[in-house]
């Protein structure tokens, strides 16, 4: 089946500095990706969809400057944490529509900032 | 905007019980899908089932069934025999047809199987 490979599955950073979250469709093209970030035992919030070629669109309330979303190629879609703090430590997921009305998930990102 | 309610923060049933899970839902549109996720502790989202709004039976996989009441809005889900094995999150999500919409979710329901 469609798998979309997510990387790194765990990432601990120092306050300040920034990090790269790496979505990859590996058997097809995913021209729209969705990124969602999970506070321990809650739901899955949207933040943004990544459109291939343009700009993302971003939920109210995401700051876009702080998580910046590249997807470059069809089957390529980052998130940027740029200067992470202790409040930005959480659980990110990203999801692709795989044809159809199916959705396939990443397997996520725990990240940490101390 | 669509909306997504789960009411039970959390349930328990006695392994090769069955236990149902609700969901109620907001909407305006006519046609959208409706899905239960299984999230386990390596928090993998995992697809239990999927439902069409224009389809009238419920769906059905294997141990998993849902109970679509379209006007009511609700959506629940029926776990069968249930193994220790389907301990988790489940999460009911609503997905409008039309365009690159995004999965809306609940806020889950965390389900213990009892040996």
């Known amino acids: 089946g469609a798998v979309v490979s997510q990387h790194p599955s765990r990432v601990i950073c120092k306050s300040g500095t920034s990090v790269k979250i790496e979505c990859r469709s590996l058997?097809?093209?995913?021209?729209?990706m969705f990124w969602y970030r999970q506070f321990p035992k809650q739901s899955l919030m949207l933040m943004a969809t990544s459109n291939e070629g343009s700009k993302a669109t971003y939920e109210q309330g995401v700051e876009k400057d702080k998580f910046l979303i590249n997807h470059a190629s069809l089957t390529l879609s980052t998130l940027t944490v740029t200067s992470a703090h202790p409040e930005d430590s959480s659980f990110y997921i990203c999801s692709a529509r795989v044809g159809g009305q199916n959705i396939t998930f990443g397997s996520g990102t725990r990240l940490t900032v101390v | 905007a669509q909306t997504v309610t789960q009411s039970q923060p959390e349930m328990s049933v006695q392994e090769a019980e069955t236990v149902t899970l609700s969901c109620t839902y907001d909407t305006s549109e006519s046609d959208y899908y409706l899905f239960w996720y299984k999230q386990p502790p390596s928090r993998q989202m995992i697809l239990v089932i999927r439902?069409?709004?224009?389809?009238?039976q419920n769906a059905t996989e294997n141990r998993f069934s849902v109970n679509f009441q379209k006007a009511a809005k609700s959506f629940s889900l029926k776990i069968s025999d249930s193994q220790l094995g389907d301990a988790a999150m489940y999460f009911c999500?609503?997905?409008?047809?039309?365009?690159?919409?995004?999965?809306?979710f609940g806020k889950g329901t965390r389900l213990s199987v009892i040996a």
């Open positions: 058997d097809f093209q995913a021209t729209t």
């Open positions: 999500a609503y997905r409008s047809v039309s365009g690159n919409t995004p999965l809306v």
């Open positions: 439902q069409e709004a224009y389809k009238q």
